[in-house]
C-alpha cells in the first residue's frame, strides 16, 4: 500500500476519525486526505471540504491529490434516516454512485464502502444470521444498504470495478460521540455510566444486537482492503462478528468497574428497528477468504471504554 493515495470521505464521524489515524501509520500520514461537509477544529493533517453529492468538487478532489483509493464513509445512519427517508436514499446511493462510476471510469483504483447488519429484516433468520439468506429489509437505511451491496457487486462483475466492502454490527468507540444509529445506546451508556452512573435506554432489555469494539472494526477494514484480489471473493459484502449482548448484560458488564450504576428503560421507535435485525452474526467467510478474527470481547470493551473515556474527560 506504500503508494496509495487514500481520500476518506464522511471523515469526521464515529468511524472516519479512528480510520483516518489508522490509515495514516500505514499509508503515511500525508498519504492520507480527509474530507467532510465541515472542517473540525482540532483538525489535523491534509483535508478537503467536500459534500459528496457534488461530483464536480469530488473529481477536482480526486484529480488535485491523485487519488487511488476513496473510503467512502458519509451516510445517514438508521434512526435519522428513518425521519428524513427520501434524503438518506438520495444520499446513500447518489454517494456510492459517483465513487463507483469514478472507479468504472478507471480515475481510482479501488473503493471502501460499509454496508450493516441493516441489510438483514424481519424475515432473516435472527441467530448466527449466514452470509446468503433472506434479506427483506424494512428501513430506509438497511434498503439503501441492501440496494448498496448489489451495485457493488455489479460493478465488480461488469466492470471490474475493485470494491470491497463489510457489513458492520453496532461498533462501540470512545474517540467520538455516538451518531444517528440504532445500536448507539451502547456508546452513550458508557458516556453517561461515567457522567451520572445511570442511564436510560431506548431499547429494552432483552434486546440482543450484534456489536464490535471499533478497533476490531477498524483492523477488519484495513485487513479487507490489504487482501490480495484473488481472497476478495464475496464483492456484495462480508458479514463480520464481535459479540453480542443486550442493555441488561452490558449494564452488568459496566457494573464491574462501576457497582453503583444502575440501567432503565424508555423504549421509542427505534426499538422497531432494533426488532428487525439479527442477534449475532455468522461471519465463517470472512475468516475463511481474509483471516478475519475478533480480539475484543464485552468486558474487555468495557474496561477499554471505561479507560478512556474516564482519562479523556479529566483532561477537558
Ligand atoms: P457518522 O454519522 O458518525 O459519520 C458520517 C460522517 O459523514 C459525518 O462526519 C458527516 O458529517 C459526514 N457526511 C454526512 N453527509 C455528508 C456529505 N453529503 N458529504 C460528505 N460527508 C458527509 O457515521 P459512522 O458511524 O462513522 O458510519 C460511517 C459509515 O459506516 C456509514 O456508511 C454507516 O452506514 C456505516 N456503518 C456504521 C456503523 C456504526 O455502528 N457506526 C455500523 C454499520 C455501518
Ligand atoms: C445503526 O445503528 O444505524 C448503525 C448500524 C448497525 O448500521 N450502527
Not at 468504472?104 to 460499509?114: A, F, Q
Request: hydrophobic share 40%; glycine share 6%; charged share 20%.
Amino acid at each position: 500500500m506504500g503508494t496509495e493515495k487514500i481520500l476518506i470521505i464522511g471523515s469526521n464521524g464515529q468511524i472516519g476519525l479512528e480510520l483516518a489515524a489508522s490509515l495514516r501509520q500505514h499509508v503515511g500520514y500525508d498519504n492520507v486526505i480527509c474530507s467532510d461537509l465541515r472542517k473540525l477544529d482540532f483538525q489535523e493533517g491534509p483535508f478537503e471540504l467536500l459534500d459528496v453529492l457534488d461530483k464536480n468538487r469530488f473529481l477536482e478532489i480526486i484529480k488535485k491529490h491523485q487519488i487511488t483509493q476513496v473510503y467512502l464513509l458519509a451516510a445517514l445512519l438508521s434512526a435519522t434516516a428513518e425521519k428524513n427517508p427520501k434524503f438518506a436514499w438520495d444520499l446513500n446511493m447518489n454517494g456510492l454512485f459517483h465513487i463507483l462510476d469514478a472507479a468504472k471510469e478507471g480515475l481510482i483504483k479501488k473503493v471502501y464502502w460499509p454496508s450493516s447488519i441493516a441489510v438483514f429484516g424481519p424475515s432473516t433468520p435472527r441467530a448466527n444470521t449466514p452470509q446468503y439468506t433472506v434479506m427483506e429489509p424494512n428501513t430506509i437505511y438497511g434498503i439503501s444498504k441492501q440496494a448498496g451491496e448489489r451495485f457493488c457487486e455489479y460493478y465488480h462483475q461488469k466492470y471490474g470495478v475493485d470494491v470491497r466492502s463489510i457489513r458492520y454490527p453496532g461498533l462501540i468507540g470512545w474517540k467520538s460521540a455516538p451518531g444517528g444509529g440504532t445500536t448507539d445506546y451502547a456508546v452513550h451508556i458508557y458516556h453517561e455510566a461515567l457522567k451520572s452512573k445511570t442511564y436510560t435506554s431506548f431499547l429494552k432489555a432483552g434486546t440482543i444486537l450484534p456489536m464490535m469494539y471499533m478497533d476490531d472494526a477498524i483492523r477488519a477494514t484495513i485487513s479487507l482492503m490489504e487482501a490480495p484480489a484473488e481472497l476478495v471473493k464475496i464483492r456484495s459484502s462480508y458479514n463480520i462478528a464481535g459479540m453480542s449482548f443486550d442493555p441488561e448484560e452490558i449494564a452488568a458488564s459496566i457494573r464491574k468497574y462501576i457497582p453503583e450504576f444502575t440501567i432503565n428503560y424508555a423504549p421509542d421507535y427505534r426499538q422497531a428497528i432494533a426488532d428487525s435485525w439479527p442477534q449475532s452474526i455468522d461471519d465463517s467467510e470472512a475468516r475463511e477468504h481474509w483471516g478475519w478474527k475478533p480480539e475484543f470481547d464485552l468486558d474487555k470493551m468495557t474496561q477499554v471504554m471505561l479507560e478512556n473515556l474516564k482519562a479523556t474527560s479529566s483532561q477537558s
